[in-house]
């Protein structure tokens, strides 16, 4: 079963009618849902996910202090850690989940706070340019099960979709360091026998280009060991997760040097194509640093544009 899956039949079985019978007064502050890390809030979690953090449970997301005191907080963690220790043939765990709890009573400014240095939601430019995309995945994913007053639902649609020049401004940064990395230094690393600098190279350039796809669709890039595993899903150019992988998975020896740059030639080459194709680059050409400062000529605002090409770019 899928921690989704459980985590939602647990709560309807179980939280629910908690929540209902002994906190109903509260009923309309409260929000409960699986929302957060984890491989099974992007559902991306299998066998191996259940070797540590995986067991019955969900968020009980709660406002500051003011409508919900520490008295009823502490209330509802002790109501929560009795529900049934084991569901399903799954059992809670006794000692807090790695990297800290993922499910249980969670104020809600905090984690917000703690996932984007807001306690809103609401976000300044500097910070839509410099937040890991991780973790606008991490507040956006998954599923509320309930919300009270629907503080939490909007604040999780406004946060949905990136500002098109942020995002376009990002995406120039990624195109450049993809220039940079592939179209460039990678032959000369190799031709000075540099072959750890020109895997450096690679790595670079496979990195930039799937966070170029990721912008590309519109769509939060996750948690760097879930990128390749989303990408495969991407509506726009998930067909270039094989090239990508062979980027990765290959040695930079001699013998392979030839098919990696006709693969970042490849790669480039799609990328162009949709950049053309959703109206965002001027630029006629297979040079991705060109097709950068073009994408970038695209962002409406004038003190964003303005900005360093890789001002956008900081995971």
Request: aromatic share 12%.
């Given at each position: 079963?899928?921690?989704?899956?459980?985590?939602?039949?647990?709560?309807?079985?179980?939280?629910?009618?908690?929540?209902?019978?002994?906190?109903?007064d509260?009923?309309?502050?409260?929000?409960?849902?699986?929302?957060?890390?984890?491989?099974?809030?992007?559902?991306?979690?299998?066998?191996?996910?259940?070797?540590?953090?995986?067991?019955?449970?969900?968020?009980?997301?709660?406002?500051?202090?003011?409508?919900?005191?520490?008295?009823?907080?502490?209330?509802?963690?002790?109501?929560?850690?009795?529900?049934p220790?084991?569901?399903?043939?799954?059992?809670?765990?006794?000692?807090?989940?790695?990297?800290?709890?993922?499910?249980?009573v969670?104020?809600?400014?905090?984690?917000?706070?703690?996932?984007?240095?807001?306690?809103?939601?609401?976000?300044?430019?500097?910070?839509?340019?410099?937040?890991?995309?991780?973790?606008?995945?991490?507040?956006?994913?998954?599923?509320?099960?309930?919300d009270?007053?629907?503080?939490?639902?909007?604040?999780?649609?406004?946060?949905?979709?990136?500002?098109?020049?942020?995002?376009?401004?990002?995406?120039?940064?990624?195109?450049?360091?993809?220039?940079?990395?592939?179209?460039?230094?990678?032959?000369?690393?190799?031709?000075?026998?540099?072959?750890?600098?020109?895997?450096?190279?690679?790595?670079?350039?496979v990195k930039?280009?799937?966070?170029?796809?990721?912008?590309?669709?519109?769509?939060?890039?996750?948690?760097?060991?879930?990128?390749?595993?989303?990408?495969?899903?991407?509506?726009?150019?998930?067909?270039?997760?094989?090239?990508?992988?062979?980027?990765?998975?290959?040695?930079?020896?001699?013998?392979?040097?030839?098919?990696?740059?006709?693969?970042?030639?490849?790669?480039?080459?799609?990328?162009?194509?949709?950049?053309?194709?959703?109206?965002?680059?001027?630029a006629?050409?297979?040079?991705?640093?060109?097709?950068?400062?073009?994408?970038?000529?695209?962002?409406?605002?004038?003190?964003?544009?303005?900005?360093?090409?890789?001002?956008?770019?900081?995971?």
């Open positions: 079963m899928r921690g989704l899956q459980l985590a939602k039949e647990y709560y309807n079985i179980y939280g629910k009618k908690m929540l209902e019978d002994s906190f109903s509260y009923l309309p502050f409260i929000s409960t849902g699986l929302v957060g890390n984890g491989s099974e809030v992007l559902g991306f979690d299998d066998d191996v996910s259940k070797d540590h953090d995986f067991e019955p449970g969900f968020c009980i997301f709660i406002p500051n202090e003011n409508v919900i005191d520490r008295k009823v907080a502490f209330q509802l963690e002790r109501a929560y850690a009795k529900l220790e084991e569901f399903m043939g799954y059992k809670k765990q006794k000692l807090s989940p790695v990297g800290g709890a993922r499910h249980g969670i104020r809600l400014e905090e984690f917000l706070y703690e996932k984007l240095g807001s306690t809103d939601g609401e976000l300044s430019v500097y910070q839509w340019l410099k937040i890991p995309t991780q973790y606008l995945c991490e507040v956006t994913k998954g599923e509320l099960f309930f009270g007053d629907g503080k939490f639902t909007k604040i999780r649609e406004n946060l949905a979709i990136m500002p098109k020049d942020i995002r376009l401004k990002r995406l120039a940064g990624h195109l450049i360091l993809m220039s940079q990395s592939g179209q460039y230094n990678y032959m000369r690393m190799v031709e000075r026998g540099e072959l750890a600098a020109a895997g450096t190279c690679v790595y670079e350039y930039n280009a799937i966070a170029a796809i990721y912008l590309l669709n519109n769509e939060y890039m996750p948690y760097y060991k879930w990128q390749f595993r989303g990408l495969k899903n991407l509506d726009i150019l998930s067909e270039l997760a094989l090239p990508l992988e062979f980027l990765i998975l290959e040695s930079n020896e001699k013998s392979y040097v030839n098919e990696k740059i006709e693969r970042i030639e490849l790669i480039a080459g799609a990328i162009i194509d949709e950049l053309m194709s959703q109206g965002i680059t001027s006629i050409c297979g040079d991705l640093g060109k097709h950068a400062y073009s994408v970038n000529d695209y962002v409406n605002d004038g003190n964003l544009r303005n900005l360093n090409i890789l001002s956008g770019v900081g995971e």
